[in-house]
C-alpha cells in the first residue's frame, strides 16, 4: 500500500468492530492520515494491540469496550466521542459476524446473532450518532455491508439477509438525510479477515476455504473508505463495490 496522504481535514471517526481485520486497517489507515480515530470492540486486549499500533506510528487513538448489540453501550460510544473531542465526524459501522451454515443445519442461535450485530448493531450505531450529526451540521456514515448484500450463495442465506438488509437502511438513510450528511456503502468480495473463523458446520468449513482461496487484504478496503472520506464536502460516494479480481 502506499504512504497514505490526508486530502481532508482531520475528523474524529469512530469504528465499530475494530479489534481485527477491515476495522484494523481502517482505523490504521486513517489515523496514518492525521484523522483521531476512537475503536470499539469487544476483545479489550486487541484493541490495546490495534492502538499501540496506531501510536507507535505518530497516530491519535481512544479505545473503548463496546458490543454493538447493546443499544445502550453503543450510544456510550458515540456520545464519549462527542464529549471528548467536541464532535463526531464519522461514524463506520464496520462490525459484522459470519456464521454461515446451510438453513436446514437450523443454527437458529447462529442466525439471531447475525441479525443481532450485522442488522441491529448497524441501527443502533445510527441512531447514535444522528442527532450528533444533525446538531452539528454534518457528519458521515460508512457502512461496511458485503458482496452478499447483491448476490446469495448457498449456506449463505441468513447472512446475506442481513447484509442486503445493512444495504437498505444505509441507502434509506441517505435519501432521508440531509446533503450536509454523507453515507456511503463499502461491500466488500472475500476479504483476509477472521470472518469464517465463527463457522461451525463442518461442510461449511470446507466449501469456505475453497471460496475464500482468492481473498486480498483488508487494506483494499481501508483505502476504499479513506477515498469516501476525502472527497469534497459536496460530494457523496454513495458505494464501492472491492472484491478480488479473481472473484467473478
Request: proline share 5%; glycine share 8%.
Amino acid at each position: 500500500m502506499s504512504t497514505p496522504t490526508s486530502t481532508s481535514e482531520p475528523k474524529t471517526v469512530l469504528i465499530t468492530g475494530a479489534s481485527s481485520g477491515i476495522g484494523q486497517a481502517t482505523a490504521q489507515r486513517l489515523a496514518a492520515e492525521g484523522h483521531h480515530v476512537v475503536i470499539g470492540a469487544r476483545r479489550e486486549e486487541r484493541l490495546a494491540e490495534v492502538a499501540a499500533t496506531i501510536r507507535e506510528a505518530g497516530g491519535s487513538v481512544d479505545t473503548r469496550r463496546l458490543d454493538v448489540t447493546d443499544r445502550a453501550d453503543v450510544a456510550a460510544f458515540v456520545d464519549a466521542a462527542a464529549r471528548d473531542h467536541g464532535r463526531v465526524d464519522v461514524l463506520v459501522n464496520n462490525a459484522g459476524v459470519m456464521p454461515l451454515s446451510p438453513l436446514d443445519a437450523l443454527l437458529v442461535e447462529q442466525w439471531d446473532l447475525m441479525i443481532d450485530v450485522n442488522v441491529r448493531g448497524l441501527l443502533y450505531g445510527i441512531a447514535a450518532a444522528l442527532p450528533h450529526f444533525r446538531r452539528q451540521g454534518g457528519g458521515h456514515f460508512v457502512t461496511v455491508a458485503s458482496i452478499g448484500a447483491h448476490e446469495v450463495v448457498p449456506t449463505g442465506a441468513v447472512y446475506c439477509a442481513t447484509k442486503y438488509a445493512a444495504w437498505a437502511i444505509t441507502e434509506g438513510l441517505r435519501q432521508e438525510s440531509d446533503p450536509s450528511i454523507r453515507v456511503t456503502t463499502v461491500s466488500p468480495g472475500v476479504v483476509e479477515s477472521e470472518l469464517a473463523d465463527t463457522i461451525t458446520d463442518p461442510g461449511t468449513q470446507a466449501f469456505v476455504r475453497d471460496y475464500r482461496a482468492a481473498a486480498i487484504p483488508a487494506t483494499a478496503i481501508a483505502d476504499a473508505v479513506s477515498y469516501a472520506l476525502g472527497q469534497p464536502a459536496d460530494v457523496d460516494v454513495n458505494e464501492i463495490v472491492v472484491r478480488p479480481a479473481r472473484q467473478r
